[in-house]
């Protein structure tokens, strides 16, 4: 069956290999499993509520119309990354048989209110169309934001990708060297001069207008584990919150989770975007295997 629903779910199953799937949770579109030939992708904590009582700690959380917390006007007083990994979204059906695709839909009317309230006005009108297509080897989720108001409006958005590895200390992220970068624990912006990003310790980074060529690569004892591909996502967060932070959340468990995860997260955040009453704006991320790595220079 390459497509099967219940009422919190849709599971897609790849034509091509029973044991290649991906689950999405309607409650926040979020994809909670990647597995490709039964072997998970994705990092989930064990302690994630999948009750649509909290945003899915884990997988593929949406995050939109803001990236963490925003003093600008309008943003204010929306809790942090927003409310579409928080809102019950709409399953639009099969789009594409091969590659099997698939898309959730979200609109005011569902949007959780105590949180949609906090945008603006609480009164833009605005589409999403979040579209999941699964191939063999990879799996690309793309977004459509549209605005169907008579007002301008303007947003963030991210895919906040929870991947799995074996083990953080023997984790590099390659392609960032002499790239900008906000780093969120230090409140400083400064040029990324590594070669590679390793972890030593909570790392919580935001490398800014880096070019779309520039493929990331999540390389473990020198061979690529995860490729991540972005289509007009300029914007490239890289998290690891160690043992500190995940001994601070509820819903992050094990406690030593954070060896196995790195969160590699596209998306457009360094400004907002902005879209006039009846445009449209793109974005998508590409993960997928492959073992050759890739040194893109500066
Ligand atoms: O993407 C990194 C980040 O902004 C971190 O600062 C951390 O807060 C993380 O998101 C998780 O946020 P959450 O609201 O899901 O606990």
Redesign the pocket.
Known sequence: MPIEQTETTVTITSPSNPNTKVSVLLYGASITSWTIDSVEQLWLSSAAKLDGSK?V?GGI?LVFPV??KSSAEGFEDLP??GFARNSTWEFLGQTKENPLTVQFGLGPEAANPDVYSKWDKGDNDFTLIFTVELKDDSLKTSIEVSNTDTKPWKFNWLF?TYLKIDDIDDTLVNNLPGEKCYD?LLKETYEEKAPAVDFNGEL?RIYQNVDTSKLLQVIELGKVVHNVERENLPDV?V?N?WDKKSAG?ADFEPKDGWHNMV?I?PGHVHDFVTLKPGESWTGAQTIYKGDSIKLQSI
């Open positions: 945003p700690r959380p990236f963490g942090q990354h906040h969120q919580d967060v998290w919150p959340m969160c997260e």
